[in-house]
């Protein structure tokens, strides 16, 4: 069987008058992530890993900020293209490992809600997708509650012949 790993990675900053949506999840929070689209870490980390396992570029070359379409779009759609792309490439999913990096709010009661929002999104089982929140103990930008970050691992491999 062909196996490759993907890894991703992607922060924003906080910021008032935004939502705070992470794996495709509203977070309740004065906050949300400022960026060109909604700013969804999470599923830009995981776009991100899906795109360097294929070995077919990043987030950024797909849906550049610089394209007035893809302004507050929803990540979900980030996420799909790389999909799409796995799919075409003869590849599925075996399994997601997230690291959220956020001081705050704290992420204990949402990360099953996450993980269950990515198993759907994904189409991958939930005991094969996991969602960890690590906290930057006051230190850096993750620390001073500025910012959130997400690093996203994934094992992708061959799709056996005669299998969706």
């Known amino acids: 069987m062909s196996i490759r790993v993907g890894s991703g990675h992607d922060s924003h900053r906080l910021k008032a008058g935004r939502p705070l949506i992470l ?47 893809n302004k507050d779009a929803d990540s979900v759609l980030f996420l799909n293209a790389a999909l799409t792309r796995l799919t075409e490439s003869g590849y599925a999913l075996g399994n997601i490992d997230v690291t959220i990096f956020a001081q705050e709010p704290k992420l204990g009661a949402a990360k099953a809600t996450i993980r269950a929002s990515l198993a759907m999104l ?14 930057g103990e006051k ?9 959130i970050a997400c690093h996203a691992t994934i094992l ?9």
């Open 23 to 69: 794996g495709g999840v509203r977070i309740p929070h004065d906050r949300g992530l400022d960026g060109h689209s909604d700013a969804d870490v999470v599923l830009h980390a995981l776009t991100d890993a899906i795109l360097g396992a294929l070995a077919q570029g990043d987030i950024g070359d797909l849906f550049p900020d610089t394209d007035p379409r």
């Open 139 to 147: 230190v850096g930008h993750i620390g001073r509650a500025e910012a």
């Open 156 to 164: 992708i491999h061959k799709r056996d012949e005669g299998t969706a």
């Open 122 to 135: 994904t189409n991958v089982p939930v005991d094969a997708v996991s969602v960890k929140a690590k906290t």
